[in-house]
């Protein structure tokens, strides 16, 4: 599952179809490059498949991996290419704003998922996110979030399937079934014969190829317009002076595109949507979870909050490139949409060979993306639904094979959810409030659930249920049917968050107030302010290396992207 940072921000233009003049000029040294992607891709399967003799092996990689892998596959497996398009998309409509979904809606997320949460979910040894509702609280609250979160998974590794489809016919020509078949095969290839370690690896590629991909354009689009100055200077004339800053037109009761003010930018985006998925989307924790030890688990996000920090320049520099090359862009008096940024530059700035980096890099986020929802769905679905509801007590093969071939239905479900997706006008704004419906009711849950030992077994399950319910009803009823006026689907998604994360505490405390709760020996572990054997785990050696503590690592991050919002203030 992708991040409000790789989701939040959202196509601009209603028609998600990119502008048919776009066809790149590629050869055939584009397509060597390519096609070796797709070779190296498979054959790291194949090496990952000599690993997997367990199911832990094949579902957690025998939580074997270092930190600095973990924490690479976890940045790249959010970055997919429906952010890198988006974001730019974002950019070129609204310009800086486009830092708040990464230095206020995913750094302290991210932080707080290393400092305080993956000591609960890594210490007490569970296989899965849903896995930690049973412990914490019972069988219906598991089999719930077990549900919700598989079917989640599949409607958005469609997503990445359909926008892959979307940008493989506009830039290649290739029929948009041909696409998702094609990279759908390939995915399914990859996890299939090396389970976790497989997806983990390809995103640790995946991430230097979609770097490489990215900087290119950036250089050569900011030589284009004269540097950043020359950028500001432009943007700013046509634009306005708030285009170029984080906070300008944000105080509350100010118009502006956005639909949010600063207000709803903090608690909409930096606090529920931000750490509702942050800290609760297995498609990320998995990775934290196949860690070598507790030290390497608690590092994986602190380590790619770094990389997170600075890739936003990546997507929105060529958005604020694109606004300037092209100032009508996004609006009818131009061909191209918002949504054309990074492609119209691919077509405008690159030379073949580079062209063929870049065509690559984008295909290789959209697999990132797809690969990351795929590996968690088989995870659930056979750990959280099959092996504990369905067929119970089997030998450990039987739950390998049957992983394998639950990807196998994984990946078809996801080609047909990616032709579902296709009738959806904007996928961003569908992936957010994908995120609105799921994330943030489960993130209530777990956060008054590790904080508050009073509440009780059957506080999850409905806090859960209410949090969708919720959240669902004010998006399809409030919003789509204009019983309130709310400006954009962005502002619709975080008012839905918002309505999901007090529904869902409203009633997980009612509910506790009048049921009991667990015994306090059944909390070990569970809860803020109590350990399990699991989290006394020494750390390996070199661990204890003051470079290597968390809370370093994590207020470094902190600070940092404090730091960053300085320029981009005044």
């Known amino acids: 599952m992708q991040s409000p940072t790789h989701s939040p921000a959202y196509l601009a233009d209603p028609d998600t179809h990119l502008a048919a003049g776009l066809r790149l000029p590629t050869n055939a040294l584009d397509y060597t490059i390519l096609g070796i992607y797709f070779v190296v891709v498979l054959g790291i399967g194949f090496a990952a498949r000599r690993s997997v003799k367990t199911s832990l092996d ?4 025998g939580r074997s991996l270092p930190a600095w892998v973990t924490g690479l596959a976890f940045i790249s497996a959010n970055l997919g290419a429906t952010e890198i398009l988006g974001m730019a998309a974002n950019s070129a409509q609204y310009g800086v704003y486009t830092v708040h979904w ?36 019972d069988r219906y609250a598991h089999l719930l979030s077990s549900i919700l979160f598989a079917f989640a998974a599949i409607l958005i590794a469609g997503v990445n399937l359909y926008s892959l489809a979307i940008v493989v016919e506009a830039l290649l020509g290739w029929p948009q079934w041909v696409a998702v078949v094609v990279a759908g095969a390939f995915v399914l290839g990859y996890i299939t014969l090396g389970g976790l370690s497989s997806a983990i690896y390809n995103e640790v590629l995946q991430f230097f190829v979609i770097l490489a991909a990215l900087i290119p354009i950036v250089v050569l689009g900011l030589k284009r317009v004269g540097g950043w100055d020359g950028l500001s200077d432009s943007l700013e004339k046509t634009h306005g002076a708030d285009f170029m800053t984080a906070w300008g037109g944000t105080g509350i009761g100010s118009d502006n595109p956005l639909g949010a003010n600063w207000l709803t930018i903090v608690l909409g985006l930096g606090f529920v949507l931000s750490f509702g998925y942050w800290t ?19 590092r994986t996000p602190l380590i790619a909050a770094f990389p997170k920090i600075f890739i936003v320049f990546l997507v929105m520099i060529p958005g604020l490139v ?8 996004g609006t009818p008096d131009s061909d191209l949409q918002y949504n054309d940024a990074i492609p119209y530059l691919m077509q405008e700035l690159l030379p073949n060979g580079v062209l063929g980096i870049a065509v690559t890099g984008l295909i290789a986020a959209f697999m990132a993306g797809m690969a990351a929802n795929v590996s968690s769905f088989n995870t659930v679905f056979t750990t959280d639904i099959w092996a504990k509801y369905v067929v119970k007590g089997r030998e450990d093969t039987y739950y390998v094979r049957f992983g394998r071939l639950i990807t196998a239905i994984g990946v078809g479900a996801s080609i047909g959810t990616a032709f579902l997706a296709s009738s959806f006008s904007n996928i961003m704004s569908y992936l957010q409030a994908l995120f609105s419906f799921f994330n943030v009711p489960m993130f209530v849950v777990f956060i ?19 949090g969708t319910t919720a959240a669902m009803i004010n998006y ?12 954009s689907d962005q502002g619709a998604n975080f008012v839905s968050a918002i309505a999901g994360f007090v529904a869902g505490a409203v009633v ?9 709760p667990k015994p306090a020996e059944d909390l070990q572990g569970l809860v803020y302010g109590t350990r399990s054997p699991g989290m006394e785990e020494p750390p390996a050696a070199g661990d204890d290396a003051w470079y290597r503590r968390p809370a370093l690592l994590g207020w470094s991050a902190i600070i940092l992207a404090a730091a960053c919002y300085i ?3 005044f």
């Not at 750094?107 to 890594?122: C, D, K, R, S, T």
């Open 58 to 61: 094949f579902f957690l990689s």
């Open 322 to 329: 694109a606004a300037v090359l092209v100032p009508k862009i």
């Open 280 to 298: 609760t989307n297995f498609a990320e924790v998995q990775r934290a979870l196949s860690a070598k030890n507790l030290s390497a688990a608690q």
């Open 102 to 137: 990464y230095w206020i809606g995913a750094i302290p997320a991210m932080v707080f998922l290393g400092l305080v949460m993956m000591p609960f979910y890594y210490g007490s040894k569970v296989r899965s996110v849903p896995e930690f509702l049973l412990l914490r609280f």
């Open 567 to 569: 320029p981009f203030s």
């Open 476 to 487: 399809f009823v409030i919003y789509m049917q204009g019983v309130i006026d709310i400006p």
């Open 448 to 466: 008054i659930g590790m904080f508050w030992k009073r509440a009780s077994m059957k506080s999850g399950f409905w806090g859960l249920l209410a």
């Open 508 to 516: 997980m405390v009612t509910v506790s107030l009048f049921t009991k």
